[in-house]
């Protein structure tokens, strides 16, 4: 057993994850398929993946504090977000692109279909983003986004969130989720957040409060790690090839 | 019972991407100049080998309205059938001037989206089969909860696509049709047509990869 012959993708559990239809998020009614997907025996079209390389991106592409400050530093509270990205085996999950967006310090978005009253903020942008390095660590650094409030139920509000992007090894592994920041009470009546149908799935997209990687008279910090879908090894057929 | 049970890492659950994903994923559509390499919808731009083609199409609702916020995104196979990634295992080297992937949104007053590629060659299927041309695409957006997955075969491999394992898996024989491409031809260009049905009569399948 030298060479590890890797099998396919373990299957997504879908009691994890929203399901396509979920009335309470008015918009999914339209936008979700009435027929049940289609699942199929993964090939090497599922396994790949595009891969990107560090090269490729500024040295502040991480840096939501400064990569799009003009004439002087956003508004807002600075912290950092890091962690680490996982396959659901443990193992770390190398040069994996992730792409970051978010509101400003008021919940206003730098978008054309963004109208909310909250101000824009000249000297920040609101997106990011990084590869993971060889044991799966990202780190960027931005300003605290602020909640917004949204057309579903006319008073409804979205907790402080970060949007977030992955594209790592193989198709499969394709996500695109919102982490929210530990303690903010939005998060109990968030519509988008309660389609996950488990408290402990919702838990897993809340970043918490890490005080001893404060830097002092900086910026606070938070933690969040990620869990991607992983693959089998192969000890007997491989019916991928 | 729960402590009787196996325990590993679960996959973090999927988010919808929202209405102004554009800001992360496509800044320049939003507006926002920020990145000096931006991820496009040109797969072409480095002149890989193989057949130039458009695919197009639109993404509608279960009203037939098209969803002008979606952001599509492909990944396919060199001209050869070579996944230009690590994962391939097929002991071929790809064609060096193609990276596979794709990302587009669609345009904010039509809906209508497009990239520009090559048509993809055959790729191995399981137990030694051989999977037709096809580009698979996968599709965010507002009212989206997790990215749904499709795979876009093209109308003039018939051959091949009667003998396509995925398509022949799919048991309701008329449903596979959502999956062909129209092939068109406009000032020599060659376009391939690929609308999207999100929900109702006409539905494009979806797949769980």
């Not at chain 1, 396509?20 to 997907?37: E, I």
């Not at chain 1, 988008?192 to 918490?208: C, F, M």
């Not at chain 2, 039509?110 to 599709?139: C, E, M, Y």
């Amino acid at each position: 057993m030298s060479q590890i012959l890797w099998g396919a993708y373990a299957q997504r559990n879908t009691d994890d994850h929203p399901p396509a239809y979920a009335p309470g998020y008015k918009t999914s009614v339209l936008r979700s398929p009435k027929n049940a997907l289609i699942a199929i025996g993964e090939t090497v079209s599922e396994v790949t993946a595009p891969h990107f390389s560090a090269d490729q991106f500024g040295p502040k592409d991480n840096d939501l504090i400064l990569n799009c400050a003009k004439e002087g530093l956003p508004v807002g509270e600075r912290v950092i977000v890091h962690g680490y990205v996982r396959d659901q085996f443990g193992r770390p999950v190398k040069n994996a692109l992730l792409e970051v967006w978010q509101a400003n310090a008021s919940g206003r978005y730098r978008h054309p279909n963004d109208q909310y009253v909250g101000s824009l903020d000249p000297n920040f942008g609101g997106c990011g983003r990084m590869m993971t390095d060889e044991n799966g660590f990202y780190i960027f650094r931005t300003i605290k986004p602020g909640p917004y409030p949204w057309r579903n139920r006319i008073n409804e509000w979205r907790p402080a969130h970060i949007h977030f992007s992955l594209i790592a090894d193989g198709w499969a592994q394709r996500l695109i989720s919102q982490f929210y920041f530990e303690g903010d009470t939005l998060i109990d009546s968030c519509p988008i957040l309660k389609t996950i149908p488990s408290e402990e799935q919702r838990r897993a997209l809340i970043a918490l409060e890490d005080k001893s990687n404060f830097i002092e008279a900086d910026s606070r910090c938070y933690r969040f790690d990620i869990t991607l879908r992983g693959r089998r090894a192969t000890y007997f057929e491989n019916e991928l090839h | 019972m729960k402590g009787w049970n196996f325990e590993e890492l679960h996959e973090t659950p999927s988010q919808t991407g929202g209405p102004y994903v554009h800001i992360g994923l496509l800044p320049k559509q939003a507006g926002i100049d920020v990145f000096e390499n931006n991820f496009n919808n040109d797969l072409v731009k480095n002149n890989p080998q193989g057949q130039r083609i458009r695919l197009e199409g639109q993404v509608f609702d279960g009203i037939g309205v098209p969803l002008r916020d979606v952001l599509v995104e492909i990944w396919q196979a060199d001209a050869n059938g070579i996944y230009p990634s690590q994962a391939d295992f097929q002991d071929k080297v790809a064609d060096v001037n193609f990276h596979g992937w794709g990302r587009t949104g669609a345009d904010f007053k039509t809906g209508i989206w497009h990239f520009d590629t090559i048509k993809p060659g055959t790729v191995p299927g399981r137990k030694a089969s051989t999977q037709a041309p096809h580009i698979n695409l996968i599709i965010f957006a507002r009212g989206i909860n997790t990215g749904l997955n499709t795979r876009v075969y093209f109308e003039d491999e018939s051959k091949a696509n009667a003998n396509d394992p995925v398509l022949n898996s799919i048991e309701w024989e008329p449903r596979r049709q959502t999956l062909i491409a129209k092939r068109e031809e406009r000032d020599g260009e060659v376009i391939y047509r690929f609308d999207i049905y999100i929900q109702g009569d006409k539905e494009t399948v979806f797949l769980d990869i």
